[in-house]
C-alpha cells in the first residue's frame, strides 16, 4: 500500500520559516492535503490540493507537490502555529480507494 | 455552517461492539454528492482512516479493518454510524466524523476531509 513519510519532530524560531515534509513515491501525481492539530483538539484542513487554502486561513501558510515530495511552509511563524501537522492523499488501486495519511509532524516553535 | 458530531458509549467491552454515529447539522446527507467519513486516532499516534460512506450507500474501507468495520448511513437522520466488531484494547482511540470528498458522474474531487467532528474517545476495557 501506498506510504506517505513524515519527519516526526520541526523545531523554527518565532518569526522564522518552517518547512515540513511529506515523502510518497510518485506523490506529485497525487493531490496532497495538509492538516493542523493543536492539543486535545480535532484536526483543521489548512492546505489542500497541493497549495489551496480554506477560507480563514492565513496565507503564510502555503504547499507545494512535486516529484517525491510535498511541503507545507509556514512563513512568519507564531506560538500558535505549534501543533502535530499530518499530511494526506487519495490513493486509487483498480476499484479501492485508499485514504493514507502521513505519520505526522510536531512543530515546535521555540 | 456544517457541523458534525460524535455520539456513543465511552466504554466498550473487549470482544463486544463499537458503535458510534455521526450527526450532521447545517446541510443535508441527501444528495450531497458526498463520502463521509471516519477516522480515528490512538493515544499518542496519529491518524487512521477507518472507512468512507457515500450519501447513496456506497462504501470504502480501510482494508487492515476491513472485516469488523460497518458503516451505513441514514439520510432521513441526516446521520451516518460506524460498527467495529469484535474489539481489543489496541482499538482504543478518539474517533473522528468528517466530511470526505465529492463524486459525481464525472469524477471526484475535494478528496480531503473537512469539517471534522470534535471527537468521541473510546475505551476498550473490561
Known amino acids: 500500500s501506498y506510504v506517505l513519510t513524515q519527519p516526526p519532530s520541526v523545531s523554527v524560531a518565532p518569526g522564522q520559516t518552517a518547512t515540513l515534509t511529506c515523502v510518497g513515491n510518485?506523490?506529485?501525481?497525487?493531490?496532497v492535503h495538509w492538516y493542523q492539530q493543536k492539543p486535545g483538539q480535532a484536526p483543521v484542513l489548512v492546505v489542500y490540493?497541493?497549495?489551496d487554502r480554506p477560507s480563514g486561513i492565513p496565507d503564510r501558510f502555503s504547499g507545494s507537490n512535486s516529484g517525491k515530495t510535498a511541503t507545507l511552509s509556514i512563513t512568519r511563524v507564531e506560538g500558535g502555529d505549534e501543533g502535530d501537522y499530518y499530511c494526506?492523499?487519495?490513493?486509487?488501486?483498480?476499484?479501492?480507494?485508499?485514504?493514507?495519511f502521513g505519520g505526522g509532524t510536531k512543530l515546535t516553535v521555540l | 455552517q456544517l457541523q458534525l458530531q460524535e455520539s456513543g458509549p465511552g466504554l466498550v467491552k473487549p470482544s463486544e461492539t463499537l458503535s458510534l454515529i455521526c450527526n450532521v447539522s447545517?446541510?443535508?446527507?441527501?444528495?450531497?454528492?458526498?463520502?463521509w467519513g471516519w477516522i480515528r486516532q490512538r493515544p499518542g499516534e496519529g491518524l487512521e482512516w477507518i472507512g468512507s460512506?457515500?450519501?447513496?450507500?456506497?462504501?470504502y474501507y480501510n482494508p487492515s479493518l476491513k472485516s469488523r468495520v460497518t458503516i451505513s448511513i441514514d439520510t432521513s437522520k441526516n446521520q451516518f454510524s460506524l460498527r467495529l466488531t469484535s474489539v481489543i484494547a489496541a482499538d482504543t482511540a478518539v474517533y473522528y466524523c468528517?466530511?470526505?470528498?465529492?463524486?459525481?458522474?464525472?469524477?471526484?474531487?475535494?478528496?480531503?476531509?473537512?469539517?471534522w467532528g470534535q471527537g468521541t474517545l473510546v475505551t476498550v476495557s473490561s
Open positions: 468528517a466530511r470526505d470528498a465529492y463524486c459525481s458522474a464525472g469524477g471526484c474531487s475535494n478528496n480531503f476531509f473537512d469539517p
Open positions: 447545517g446541510g443535508s446527507i441527501s444528495n450531497s454528492y458526498r463520502y
Open positions: 460512506i457515500f450519501y447513496s450507500g456506497n462504501t
Open positions: 510518485n506523490i506529485g501525481s497525487k493531490s
Open positions: 490540493d497541493d497549495y
Open positions: 494526506q492523499v487519495w490513493d486509487i488501486n483498480s476499484d479501492h480507494r485508499d485514504v493514507i
